[in-house]
């Protein structure tokens, strides 16, 4: 349902949900460093997805607690909308979430816990005290497109606000059944609330259990480049520096009770990607391995990105190449940041993985 913009447009105060994570502590970043003007809270649980060293030094308030507890949730949703004189110049901006599809076939209620339950606690405080609510989602609610020239129906196809939902694993329907909560506190009870549902994010500080830095960091330790099953399966990459100025395009001039889909026409398959991460080591593009693909694994995602652009915005990462190197680069520069988490993730990893044609 759409709703007109009750809001001002000069958001100045934030609660940042997962703020401590990947997308959320660059999310923080930039905005520190493009409107010095918006003060900034962090709720997040400090899951081992978060890292403290991705907000230190910025200043910003860190709040550890959980999305899914109503009281503290209640607390910070308050205490955003004072000071201001008006609760309409602060938001909410929720990226807080189990976010590993690997993880979801592991542990899935953690992912219904706080992806869903932890959305509609949310909700309903941004209900209570008037707040406007910016929801976080992925494309992955989905489902999977069929690969391109397969010539199966489907194959040309994006996805749109209007493609319905058909999420494949727990991590994407924790997600699915977050947005449509989400919808129902707009119609029902009057939230004032945006949804964005974006495409893979790559950059700097994601976590190593993930496919880009997870190669990143293997090759920097001397070792070869893992693809799940044939390597075939497509993602829709962005740079998540254009995901979180896509963000701010939708807190200053997105309507209430509107979705978006952000996305920077970025399809690559997962070998391309392997292929380009060895050119930049200077080894031979196909020296990988194939190792157990992930049970349900979504062949190919794509964003029909035309409801951002309709805002004004278009990415400006437009060089994927460049991009991967400027990544490369980062975790070659920080291996401090990174050393520990690649360690446990690998420990996971290696309990279930099998090389598949060594
Ligand atoms: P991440 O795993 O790097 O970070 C998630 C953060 O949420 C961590 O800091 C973690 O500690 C925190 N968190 C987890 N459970 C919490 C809880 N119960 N309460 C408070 N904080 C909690 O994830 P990310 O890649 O930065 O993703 C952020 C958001 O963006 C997620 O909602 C995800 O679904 C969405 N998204 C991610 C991508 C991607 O490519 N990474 C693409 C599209 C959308
Ligand atoms: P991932 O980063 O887990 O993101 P998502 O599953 O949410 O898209 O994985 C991206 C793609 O990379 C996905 O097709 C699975 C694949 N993948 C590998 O081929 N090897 C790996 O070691 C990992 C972690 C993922």
């Known amino acids: 349902m759409t709703t007109s913009l009750d809001r001002p447009r000069r958001i100045t105060r934030l609660l940042v949900t997962g703020g401590a994570g990947f997308i959320g502590s660059n999310f923080v970043h930039r905005t520190l460093a493009m409107r010095p003007d918006v003060h900034i809270t962090v709720l997040d649980a400090m899951t081992y997805a978060a890292n403290p060293a991705n907000l230190s030094g910025t200043g910003v308030e860190l709040v550890v607690g959980s999305v899914a507890d109503a009281a503290l949730v209640d607390r910070l949703v308050v205490s955003l909308g004072e000071g201001t004189g008006d609760a309409g110049g602060a938001a909410v901006v929720h990226f807080a979430a189990e976010s590993h599809n690997d993880n979801a076939l592991r542990d899935p209620l953690r992912f219904v816990r706080t992806n869903t339950e932890g959305t509609a606690v949310l909700a309903e405080a941004c209900v209570r005290h008037g707040v406007h609510l910016h929801h976080i989602s992925t494309d992955e609610v989905f489902g999977d497109l069929p690969l391109r020239g397969s010539g199966e129906p489907g194959s ?16 994407s329907a924790s997600k699915a059944s977050a947005d449509h909560l989400v919808r129902a506190f707009v119609r029902s009870h009057g939230l004032s ?7 893979n994010n790559y950059g700097p500080r994601q976590h190593p259990e993930k ?19 044939t390597g075939e399966n497509v993602r829709d990459w962005i740079h998540v520096d254009d995901h979180n100025d896509a963000v701010w395009a939708i807190l200053d001039r997105g309507v209430a009770g509107e979705t978006y889909l ?16 060895n050119g930049i080591f200077g080894r031979d593009g196909d020296d990988f391995v194939h190792v157990t693909d992930r049970p349900g694994h979504d062949l190919r995602y794509a964003i029909d990105p035309s409801s951002m652009h309709a805002l004004g915005w278009t990415p400006r990462f437009t060089d994927f190449a460049a991009g991967l190197a400027d990544t490369v680069a980062w975790y070659r520069d920080h291996r401090d940041w990174w050393e520990t988490s690649r360690k ?5 990893y290696r309990a279930t993985e099998d090389i598949l044609d060594p």
């Open 262 to 277: 952000i996305g920077a026409d970025g399809e690559r398959s997962n070998l391309e990607c392997v292929r380009a991460l």
């Open 193 to 199: 609330a945006t949804i964005s549902n974006c495409s």
């Open 156 to 171: 040309e196809d994006r996805f749109t606000v209007d493609t319905p939902y058909a999420p494949s694993s727990v991590y």
């Open 344 to 348: 446990d993730a690998e420990l996971v």
């Open 211 to 229: 496919f880009l830095p997870r190669q990143i960091t293997g090759l920097l330790d001397g070792e070869t480049p893992r693809l799940y099953g």
